[in-house]
């Protein structure tokens, strides 16, 4: 018989505010105490300079970590001109400096060279693995890292204020993978000047974006286990991308047990329908609740991840006044 899990079996997603000169691991393990979960991770990390969105999955929402991860992300930077430093935020040493001070109107020419499908060289400090080791680790013990370009997508920038000439803060929506510092360092080399990453705000990931975030500190201060289940988001959140069925209590049963599925043709049709190109996966639904992740094939749904969740209606649903993003 398999050894109890610690902690209690809480389930969904928190969409956190994570706050200044905090690591993505001590946010969610202080989540994790918080909520005495059995299990917990989170969907993306967000540098401990980076202040804003940090979804964090507790119990089953962590089966539904790999679909965040790809998700669309949306920032709002500061570019403070005259210093580039080794990790290009304001943290790193000075490795040039310059008296250039490019104007907004200059961002602003040079920008649609960095929207769409775009090479980017990933910064130095970074978490990428070289031959095993973090590249931040090697970089940090004085070794040279260099790093092979890779494709990322930037769906829009624009630059939203300049509040001094020293300055100038930039919004963007990109895909997975992209560097905001290696960003900088790029725009910065387009414009002949120096440049770091002043402030650095994460606004989206996915659907979880600041209108439904929480701190830490309002967390810590809900208190008691009642109130803190009341901030808790859908399993299902993380998976709005994803063509929902509903399926048979019957079916839901099987799905359970591993077994596949079979569709009526009217099914097949509709969920094709609303799948994206190269794409079988589907959310069988039931009681309100995910069942499991599938497969369609040749008319049959074949679950690849099975979810054991407390029937809708079971945890409160407050919003503090907040509005779902």
Aim: glycine share 8%.
């Amino acid at each position: 018989m398999g050894r109890r899990r610690k902690g209690d079996a809480v389930s969904g997603w928190i969409n956190l505010d994570k706050g200044y000169d905090l690591t993505s691991t001590h946010a969610v393990s202080r989540i994790r105490r918080l909520f005495n979960a059995q299990k917990a991770g989170h969907a993306g990390t967000l540098d401990p300079l980076a202040t804003g969105i940090l979804p964090i999955a507790l119990g089953e929402a962590t089966k539904t970590v790999p679909f965040l991860m790809d998700a669309d992300k949306g920032y709002r930077f500061t570019i403070a001109w005259g210093r580039t430093t080794a990790t290009y935020d304001r943290e790193g040493a000075t490795i040039a400096s310059s008296d250039a001070r490019p104007r907004p109107a200059e961002v602003e020419v040079v920008l649609p060279r960095f929207v769409g499908q775009i090479e980017q060289v990933p910064p130095a400090y970074s978490a990428i693995k070289v031959d095993g080791e973090r590249a931040y680790d090697l970089a940090r013990a004085g070794e040279t890292v260099e790093l092979k370009a890779r494709q990322v997508v930037i769906h829009a920038a624009r630059v939203a204020e300049a509040p001094d000439p020293d300055h100038v803060t930039l919004e963007i929506e990109c895909g997975k993978g992209t560097y905001v510092r290696a960003l900088v360092r790029d725009i910065a080399d387009a414009l002949g000047a120096c440049g770091h990453v002043s402030e650095l705000r994460r606004t989206r990931v996915g659907r979880f974006g600041q209108e439904s975030a929480v701190t830490l500190e309002l967390l810590e201060d809900l208190g008691h286990k009642a109130r803190l289940l009341e901030a808790l988001l859908p399993v299902e959140t993380a998976l709005d991308d994803i063509p929902a069925l509903a399926v048979t209590d019957e079916d839901a049963f099987r799905l359970k047990q591993g077994r596949s599925i079979v569709l009526v043709p009217r099914q097949v049709e509709a969920v094709k329908a609303r799948l994206k190109p190269g794409s079988r996966t589907v959310s069988a639904m039931a009681g309100g609740s995910v069942v499991a992740l599938c497969e369609m094939r040749a008319g049959r749904l074949e679950p690849s991840r099975v979810f054991h969740l407390e029937k809708s209606g079971e945890q409160p649903d407050v919003d503090y006044g907040r509005t779902q993003g």
